[in-house]
Nanobody, 119 residues
Framework: QVQLVESGGGLVQPGGSLRLSCAASGTIFTIYAMGWYRQAPGKQRELVAIISSGGSTDSSDSAKGRFTISRDNAKNTVFLQMNTLKPEDTAVYYC?????????????WGQGTQVTVSS
């Protein structure tokens, strides 16, 4: 059993910043990758950024230059530093992790944290 819990969402003004956190807990051998997806109203869920246990990253074009993903492997935690936020960044942000729990290796999802960018 693996659980992902997000935190750090909220309401910010355009141009502001937020730092999202996601902590994994439960039976964990290895977390191969952790990342963030988001889903805005009326849109498909999309990748924002992802980071492997070795530190390699991938991100969407909209995230590059504004968002930075990082990871604390010792604490099984991933972060998303979001700068220069725009109204179009408003969405529910979901933590994602690909986890070897000893019994299986599969993807897990958090329940999401709301990010709202508005004046």
């Amino acid at each position: 059993q693996v659980q992902l819990v997000e935190s750090g969402g909220g309401l910010v003004q355009p141009g502001g910043s937020l730092r999202l956190s996601c902590a994994a807990s439960g039976t964990i051998f290895t977390i191969y990758a952790m990342g963030w997806y988001r889903q805005a109203p009326g849109k498909q869920r999309e990748l924002v950024a992802i980071i492997s246990s070795g530190g390699s990253t991938d991100s969407s074009d909209s995230a590059k230059g504004r968002f930075t993903i990082s990871r604390d492997n010792a604490k099984n935690t991933v972060f998303l530093q979001m700068n220069t936020l725009k109204p179009e960044d408003t969405a529910v942000y979901y933590c994602h992790a690909y986890v070897d729990s000893g019994r299986t290796t599969r993807a897990y999802w958090g329940q999401g944290t709301q990010v709202t960018v508005s004046s």
